[in-house]
């Protein structure tokens, strides 16, 4: 079988040219010698980033039905390795491209700057007409009337929706199994996972199976798969994209947890920017009122960029790879001319960790069973007084009253207001993504006995998303940007963190990180 690289290029093409050999003797005639000349080796259009395909779509070179034809038949051969796409809307699709390019040909004008782009969705945002499960028994059947409002800007913009890619049940997990379709597999090593809890996403940008993709964010669901399978990802700041439709919540609930966030999936961060100007904006009930202008980048270049740099913290030890990396980008910052403070730590990462926790177990519940939660109520009040473990704190945190919450809540403003003030003298923070490259696939072990390891220790499984959670309860923007692999080739990425609402700063300098630093090399399918 050939191994097929299919993130990677083409054969190039070589010509020849004649040349008069210099060093020939005077008095004889100048032999001309053949030398070959590589030409740039171009990438298949429907692996190249979206913006590369919409630009052909608009100068004619290729149709929305051909783009779509290329994709489809990439799917076949390649889907069944990764499994990420696990509904296809093929006919609907075809339809939709059609309809696109008969109106570009009458008129010539784009309906919104996707027009014509096939792309794909996370199976927890409700499509119209096409089966939205959430990776859930529950949901097997569900087929929405409506669009998420997130997709309909989507559809807005003129995106195909191509198809929708895996989660685990619910969103519930940090690895991408479920009983309906199975297990998302890292691209770059089957035997790794690819995250979640948009682990379907991050593996079908990164195997070529869609150029964008539309994802979503509470414990790092965005962040840490883009990690693992070495795409680029952004949390926007919490609120300027609209989450009616997503799933969980149940179907047909009007609101969502108050830390979740959709983002965008992309191939390089120039893609994130496009994505994120259709998504951001008012939900559709406050657009009468209201619009967003998110300012502009505090800088286009590292020159003089006041930039934080949080290599490690004994709350949650990074890896031996992990921290030579962050030594690398502080190095290509200071040779750029970047102001870097190696120093810094704007809050303590465990106290904001266990506050993320405590609001996150909190939200979890609106969806809950009345029978469910009440036995979560019993067995709180069961519990010793000197019971401190993690079982009593997630008991304990589940169940709490509401002036406990409204506590914290208070205290999460407190540490907002802490981070605003830090980031008065500083642009940006980079963090690691996470304290290791993608790790094993643990999807078949029951998770109370996952644990990972990092440098040889075994560490507790959640550990994967401590930097995450630094900045998913209080509002912060944050991008994965791959900048760098381990030894056996598997991607590793760096977090940027910015101010709230300056998540044009954040891509801005995502960009400039991905223009220095190299990422990881295409993963290898069999094709």
């Given at each position: 079988?050939?191994?097929?690289?299919?993130?990677?290029?083409?054969?190039?093409?070589?010509?020849?040219?004649?040349?008069?050999?210099?060093?020939?003797?005077?008095?004889?005639?100048?032999?001309?010698?053949?030398?070959?000349?590589?030409?740039?080796?171009?990438?298949?259009?429907?692996?190249?980033?979206?913006?590369?395909?919409?630009?052909?779509?608009?100068?004619?070179?290729?149709?929305?039905?051909?783009?779509?034809?290329?994709?489809?038949?990439?799917?076949?051969?390649?889907?069944?390795?990764?499994?990420?796409?696990?509904?296809?809307?093929?006919?609907?699709?075809?339809?939709?491209?059609?309809?696109?390019?008969?109106?570009?040909?009458?008129?010539?004008?784009?309906?919104?700057?996707?027009?014509?782009?096939?792309?794909?969705?996370?199976?927890?945002?409700?499509?119209?007409?096409?089966?939205?499960?959430?990776?859930?028994?529950?949901?097997?059947?569900?087929?929405?009337?409506?669009?998420?409002?997130?997709?309909?800007?989507?559809?807005?913009?003129?995106?195909?929706?191509?198809?929708?890619?895996?989660?685990?049940?619910?969103?519930?997990?940090?690895?991408?199994?479920?009983?309906?379709?199975?297990?998302?597999?890292?691209?770059?090593?089957?035997?790794?996972?690819?995250?979640?809890?948009?682990?379907?996403?991050?593996?079908?940008?990164a195997a070529g199976l869609t150029a964008l993709e539309l994802g979503s964010d509470l414990a790092g669901s965005l962040r840490l798969p883009a990690h693992y399978c070495g795409v680029h990802a952004l949390r926007p700041s919490h609120g300027i994209v609209a989450t009616r439709g997503h799933i969980p919540r149940p179907p047909g609930w009007l609101t969502s947890g108050d830390m979740l966030t959709p983002g965008p999936l992309a191939r390089t961060a120039d893609d994130l920017a496009l994505l994120l100007d259709v998504l951001a904006g008012p939900a559709p009930t406050d657009a009468p009122a209201w619009r967003l202008d998110l300012p502009a980048p505090r800088s286009r270049t590292l020159r003089g960029l006041r930039t934080g740099v949080w290599a490690d913290d004994p709350y949650c030890r990074v890896d031996t790879e992990t921290r030579e990396l962050l030594a690398r980008v502080t190095e290509s910052l200071d040779a750029e001319?970047?102001?870097?403070?190696?120093?810094?730590?704007?809050?303590?990462?465990?106290?904001?960790?266990?506050?993320?926790?405590?609001?996150?177990?909190?939200?979890?519940?609106?969806?809950?069973?009345?029978?469910?939660?009440?036995?979560?109520?019993?067995?709180?009040?069961?519990?010793?007084?000197?019971?401190?473990?993690?079982?009593?704190?997630?008991?304990?945190?589940?169940?709490?009253?509401?002036?406990?919450?409204?506590?914290?809540?208070?205290?999460?403003?407190?540490?907002?207001?802490?981070?605003?003030?830090?980031?008065?003298?500083?642009?940006?923070?980079?963090?690691?993504?996470?304290?290791?490259?993608?790790?094993?696939?643990?999807?078949?072990?029951?998770?109370?006995?996952?644990?990972?390891?990092?440098?040889?220790?075994?560490?507790?499984?959640?550990?994967?998303?401590?930097?995450?959670?630094?900045?998913?309860?209080?509002?912060?923007?944050?991008?994965?940007?791959?900048?760098?692999?381990?030894?056996?080739?598997?991607?590793?990425?760096?977090?940027?963190?910015?101010?709230?609402?300056?998540?044009?700063?954040?891509?801005?300098?995502?960009?400039?990180?991905?223009?220095?630093?190299?990422?990881?090399?295409?993963?290898?399918?069999?094709?």
């Amino acid at each position: 079988m050939i191994r097929r690289s299919f993130l990677a290029l083409t054969t190039g093409l070589t010509t020849t040219l004649a040349a008069a050999s210099l060093t020939a003797p005077a008095t004889a005639t100048a032999v001309p010698q053949r030398q070959k000349v590589t030409k740039p080796v171009r990438t298949p259009l429907h692996l190249a980033p979206a913006r590369e395909q919409l630009a052909a779509l608009r100068r004619r070179k290729i149709s929305s039905r051909e783009l779509l034809d290329l994709l489809l038949a990439h799917h076949e051969r390649v889907n069944p390795t990764v499994n990420a796409v696990v509904t296809l809307d093929a006919d609907r699709a075809r339809e939709a491209a059609r309809a696109a390019d008969a109106h570009l040909a009458r008129t010539g004008d784009p309906l919104g700057p996707l027009h014509g782009l096939p792309m794909t969705v996370k199976d927890a945002f409700e499509t119209e007409g096409l089966r939205t499960t959430c990776g859930s028994e529950e949901f097997a059947e569900h087929v929405p009337e409506r669009d998420a409002d997130a997709v309909a800007r989507l559809r807005a913009a003129g995106a195909i929706v191509l198809g929708k890619t895996n989660t685990p049940a619910g969103c519930q997990d940090i690895q991408t199994s479920n009983t309906l379709f199975g297990t998302t597999r890292n691209p770059y090593d089957q035997g790794r996972t690819a995250g979640g809890s948009s682990g379907g996403p991050a593996a079908a940008v990164a195997a070529g199976l869609t150029a964008l993709e539309l994802g979503s964010d509470l414990a790092g669901s965005l962040r840490l798969p883009a990690h693992y399978c070495g795409v680029h990802a952004l949390r926007p700041s919490h609120g300027i994209v609209a989450t009616r439709g997503h799933i969980p919540r149940p179907p047909g609930w009007l609101t969502s947890g108050d830390m979740l966030t959709p983002g965008p999936l992309a191939r390089t961060a120039d893609d994130l920017a496009l994505l994120l100007d259709v998504l951001a904006g008012p939900a559709p009930t406050d657009a009468p009122a209201w619009r967003l202008d998110l300012p502009a980048p505090r800088s286009r270049t590292l020159r003089g960029l006041r930039t934080g740099v949080w290599a490690d913290d004994p709350y949650c030890r990074v890896d031996t790879e992990t921290r030579e990396l962050l030594a690398r980008v502080t190095e290509s910052l200071d040779a750029e001319g970047a102001r870097t403070d190696a120093t810094t730590r704007p809050v303590d990462l465990a106290d904001s960790d266990r506050l993320f926790q405590t609001l996150m177990y909190a939200t979890g519940t609106a969806s809950a069973s009345d029978e469910a939660f009440q036995g979560e109520i019993d067995a709180a009040a069961k519990l010793a007084d000197d019971d401190h473990g993690p079982g009593a704190f997630f008991l304990r945190s589940r169940t709490q009253r509401h002036r406990d919450w409204l506590r914290a809540n208070e205290e999460r403003e407190r540490l907002a207001r802490r981070w605003a003030r830090y980031f008065e003298d500083h642009d940006v923070l980079i963090t690691p993504a996470a304290p290791t490259a993608a790790v094993p696939d643990l999807t078949s072990v029951p998770v109370p006995q996952r644990r990972i390891t990092v440098d040889g220790a075994e560490r507790p499984y959640f550990d994967q998303t401590a930097w995450a959670n630094l900045i998913s309860h209080v509002r912060l923007p944050a991008a994965t940007v791959p900048v760098g692999r381990t030894a056996s080739g598997l991607p590793l990425s760096v977090q940027v963190v910015g101010p709230y609402l300056a998540d044009r700063t954040v891509l801005a300098v995502a960009e400039q990180l991905s223009r220095l630093l190299p990422g990881p090399t295409a993963p290898a399918l069999d094709g």
